[in-house]
């Protein structure tokens, strides 16, 4: 496979796969356009990738800035904005979340489905954590979701290629002493592979503390159930007035 250029994300050679692959992953959407909607506006979707949650959020009468390190997700996000109408509502950037080129002060930030994951250490957690902190206007919020891979995951899914949806395969190689998972996806014609690294909720917890911000909530799943120890984890930070 071609080497990535600097400046390129392993996201830009899926970018016309990632809605198709990413299809049944439809839970987190509501829950992000009620954040958006009760926040007022403007949100900051750091990681916007193809607009998947934008859009709806947009949708929502709720204006979005949009970074991403991704130039092709991007595109794709435009192009999904104009079709939905909602154009003018997304101002797409072209930016890394850990220097993201925002100015503006807003009263919500989001880092949808696992983002943060692409942070490297907990320098780099802290650095992007304190970025998303001084985009908000104080008792203004930060909202993520991350996932801690269980047991039964790992050793069901460990090394095998797997057709996740017709046509689109998905392997996971996870590293449970770097707590990492090597992510790759294929199609006939598109592949790409990328690395996540997980940490516990507990260690979430103590990086958003140490970063300035108060811990609103820490919920299971999108419904907001409490978390009780599941693989997913959804947040609610706010940076304190
Ligand atoms: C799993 S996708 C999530 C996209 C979208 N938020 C969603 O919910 O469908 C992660 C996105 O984060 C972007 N990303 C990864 N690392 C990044 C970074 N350091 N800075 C900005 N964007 C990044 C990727 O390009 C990709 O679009």
Not at 23 to 46: I, K, N
Not at 64 to 72: C, P, W
Not at 228 to 233: L, Q, T, W
Request: proline fraction near 6%.
């Amino acid at each position: 496979m071609r080497q990535m250029s600097r400046g390129e994300s392993p996201y830009d050679a899926i970018a016309r796969l990632y809605d198709p692959w990413s299809r049944s992953v439809t839970e987190d959407v509501g829950f992000y356009v009620e954040e958006a909607v009760a926040s007022g506006g403007p949100v900051v979707e750091l990681g916007v990738g193809t607009g998947r949650i934008a859009c709806p959020v947009a949708l929502a009468g709720v204006s979005v800035i949009g970074v991403d390190s991704s130039a092709a997700m991007l595109e794709v996000c435009a192009e999904r904005a104009a079709a939905a109408g909602v154009a003018d509502l997304l101002d797409l950037r072209l930016g890394d979340l850990r220097d993201p080129p925002v100015r503006e002060r807003v009263p919500l930030v989001t880092c949808p489905f696992r983002a943060y994951l692409h942070m490297r250490g907990d320098d780099e957690r802290r650095h992007a954590l304190r970025r998303a902190h001084e985009l908000l206007v104080p008792g203004g919020r930060l909202v993520f979701d991350v996932f801690t891979p269980g047991a039964d995951d790992i050793a069901e899914t460990d090394g095998r290629w797997l057709e996740r949806e017709p046509g689109i395969f998905e392997r996971a190689d996870w590293d449970t002493s770097a707590r990492t998972l090597t992510l790759s996806v294929r199609d006939d014609r598109q592949a790409s592979t990328m690395v996540l690294a997980w940490l516990d909720p507990e260690e979430w917890h103590a990086l958003l503390v140490e970063t300035g911000f108060e811990v609103v909530a820490c919920y299971g799943w999108f419904d907001r159930r409490p978390y009780a120890g599941g693989e997913d984890s959804v947040w609610i930070a706010r940076r304190p007035t």
